[in-house]
């Protein structure tokens, strides 16, 4: 298998823009009950998940009382089809791209082979409460559902409601864990500070894809010696 313990020292840059994207696919999951057996495995693995289909999961979503127009137009087609289209999924973030900059900010975007489109806010902001409200604001006025639902089902096929779970699966499909890799390692990777020694490299592109897929985004630096 590929893969690297990262021997270089570095320091992780962990983005909060796309932590808080998630916001309205937390809203939209909430009211749907888990679906299979949430207990994990003897390896850690749960196989729960947020819903029995995608169908279900966009019906789901119609509910939602804050859908734009556009949102409800890509979810009614969505609850039957049970995908968002790449070409719906394009015009969504076109229309993010340009309501920010309207609002001052040039976002910078980066393609990973899946077909999903890192949206990344501009490098230095001298006021970041400001850019968080137009983030939000244009989330509201766009299409930010069908963003979240194509990027699900892209990142997150099965549906997995453990994100380090789908990070996981990501990983070891695409032969970037070593052989002895562990949820655990993916979990303290996402969710602690102790992140060295770790069973893949997370400055390789195919890492970085999977944890966005799985809803986190960063950047590494390397620590000066």
Not at 55 to 76: F, G, H, I, N, S
Not at 81 to 89: C, E, F, K, L, M
Request: a negative charge; glycine letters at 8%.
């Amino acid at each position: 298998m590929r893969g690297s313990s990262a021997r270089t020292p570095r320091r992780l840059r962990f983005n909060v823009w796309k932590r808080l994207g998630l916001a309205a696919v937390t809203v939209g999951i909430a009211g749907v009950a888990l679906v299979g057996c949430a207990a994990p495995d003897e390896d850690g693995v749960s196989d729960a998940r947020v819903a029995e289909s995608f169908e279900a999961m966009y019906k789901q979503w119609l509910t939602e009382p804050d859908l734009t127009e556009m949102d409800r137009l890509v979810l009614d087609e969505a609850q039957r089809t049970g995908r968002v289209t790449q070409a719906q999924y394009q015009d969504a973030i076109d229309r993010l791209v340009s309501c920010m900059a309207d609002a001052g900010y040039a976002l910078q975007l980066t393609t990973y082979p899946s077909g999903v489109i890192e949206v990344q806010p501009p490098v230095a902001v001298p006021d970041g409460d400001a850019l968080m409200s137009s983030k939000h604001f244009c989330e509201k006025t766009t299409s930010i559902y069908a963003i979240m639902g194509y990027e699900m089902q892209q990142g997150n096929p099965q549906l997995y409601a453990d994100p380090t779970v789908v990070a996981f699966n990501c990983l070891q499909e695409a032969e970037l864990l070593i052989s002895t890799a562990t949820v655990d390692d993916v979990k303290r990777f996402m969710y602690s500070s102790e992140r060295d020694d770790l069973p893949f490299d997370p400055e390789d592109f195919g890492v970085k894809a999977c944890f966005y897929g799985a809803g986190m985004a960063y950047g590494t630096v390397a620590e000066a010696e």
